[in-house]
DNA sequence: CGATCACATGGTAACGATTACATGCGACAT
DNA sequence: ATGTCGCATGTAATCGTTACCATGTGATCG
């Protein structure tokens, strides 16, 4: 591999001199520089990446932790983020975690090893140690969606408490009364506040949340599924169902068609986040919305404001409902 | 940052030892060994993986350049190569190219500045020079699903061409006789297998292929409205559609909603490349499955051998044909 | 008993860049 | 003419590791 040091000889001058090409410092005589620059083409040199990282103590990139990069959302999220921080400079390393606390540590500790300038992460249930460790390793770190409390890390997330209570007067409105819910992982941030906000807004029409109605979920398909098959084991199943992510609605539509039950008649459905394919699904499905890109990029901006030396705080945004045809027909429809 | 030499003063010995008892040389004796790793423990140490990637020359790390990957293909080919990878003790860093030739080159460059050990790259359309610089330079290097034609290089992917004469004769079989298609980029080499391939199939049932049947897609979504679009203006318009990828199968589904038709009764919709919505969308799609976690794997084996100093050759898996509902109803459909 | 050997450990030169400091040189002012 | 200044460039230290070579220390053996 051709080194800065080739180049130098190549065009005659000292190492020093291609650096300063090569990072443009303006004193730097003009036809010197077009001398090292042609030698730079000539030789097909391209700078090492882990030198100068080594040197500079910076390596202009960012570490993005996810939970499931199979699910659609973290997808989209993924992409905003790396749009994002190309625009400013920065390339993005990803750490697909598989809603998995060990693979989460792996994750984190190799982008820690790797010497990344800050970290993204939306935690997994469990596995906090390492990133405790960054934190207090004084790392630039800027949690996104999910976050662990106690922390004192800036967060960037969407609330979607209002929505989920526009969500449960739709289904109201609509004549459903038994209404389940099928929850994330019980300790990760998301899942607690969709079923809190649930609860609450059960409560604000009179209605209760038995605990059989409360399904135990992992924001994966087959736990939907799991989960949909415990609700229509029962005595009495709810004639509602709300799944806290893309995932697991899909494994609870899989779990309905093996029944060969309809939706919406047989049962409600409805599910947070939500995905191109949700319009051309058998129902549409009823959705809440996040707005995933600004929520990449706002993380990007706080978490690049904290590598820089900035400080940075916590941005909520709101998840907004978009009415479709699983929960039964009403009159104004948004697509 | 604490780094080998604060452990080694902190165990009262040379930072050589402190190296060898990281890499577990044999040539340290037990007291010592703990006596490192207990200094290690205390102090946080955590190594830098950049100074030893400049010592090493080798970073452990697997690039993979993809053409997009909010399309679920793509997503589950990361997956799986980062499975794979991380099985063998390689990191991946994905570069997503959205279907764009300059952010393609731009991917390749900063991953070759990072001195990845080797390239998994499944190329879009144009922009290859980057490429040819890395080929001609040595790096390891696999092609995945697609490739560029006339380089030495391994190319990993799976053969569709029986898969589409499946579906031709099904959409045959079924009454379909005016066939259409959505291609993708002209020069990419899936994009063409496809056409070619449904070509040869649609001959073989005394068909035609005329132009107008063949909409000009960029395996986006909305290329595959405008495509189907275009189709639907169409003095005769084709009774069936087939879309070379899953986002521009939803494009036409957007399209086709949109002028209130319906699948199959006013056109046959099928699409290259299956994903588990397609079971709940309305109809349930008709799709061609690739293998896409076996070829994750075989492409990252391909590669670390490539690495490694050993030899790899191509490999080529098959795709098949899961018949839905989306062509019309048939007897016998499978899942 | 001295030569040999294996083993544990230490010293130190790279790896490929950046950067503070030194140097040389022409221009300019006095 | 000479001192000063600024510009272009070179020299060398440094970042955190690894790996080669040297060294010291017992143990083993003829």
Known sequence: MTSIKDVAFAAGVSVATVSRVLNDHPAVRPDTRTRVLSAV??????PNAVARSLRTHQTRTLGLVISDVLNPFFTEL???????????????VIGNADEHAALQEHHVRTLLERRIDGLL?????????????AVAAE??????????PGLDVPVVHADGRPAVHDLVAHLHSLGHRRLAIIGG???T????????????????HGLPLPRRYIGEGDFQTESGRRATAAFLDLAEPPDAVFATDNLMALGAMDELRRRGLRVPQDMALAAFDDIPWFLHTD????????????????????LIDLVEGRTASSVTLTARLVTRRSCGESEGSRS
Do not use: K
């Open 78 to 92: 993924a992409r905003a983020v790396e749009d994002a921080a190309r625009g400013r400079g920065y390339s993005v």
């Open 283 to 302: 129902p549409p499905i009823t959705a809440i919305a996040q707005p995933t890109a600004e929520l990449g990029h706002r993380a990007v901006g706080a």
């Open 185 to 187: 992982p019980s300790e």
């Open 189 to 204: 941030t998301t899942g607690n506040e969709r079923v809190e906000a649930f609860r609450e807004a059960l409560e604000s």
């Open 121 to 133: 992460v939306s935690p997994t249930d469990g596995g906090t140690s390492m990133i405790r460790d």
């Open 41 to 46: 083409t000539d030789l097909g040199y391209r």
């Open 139 to 148: 790392t630039p770190m800027v949690f996104v969606d999910r976050w662990i």
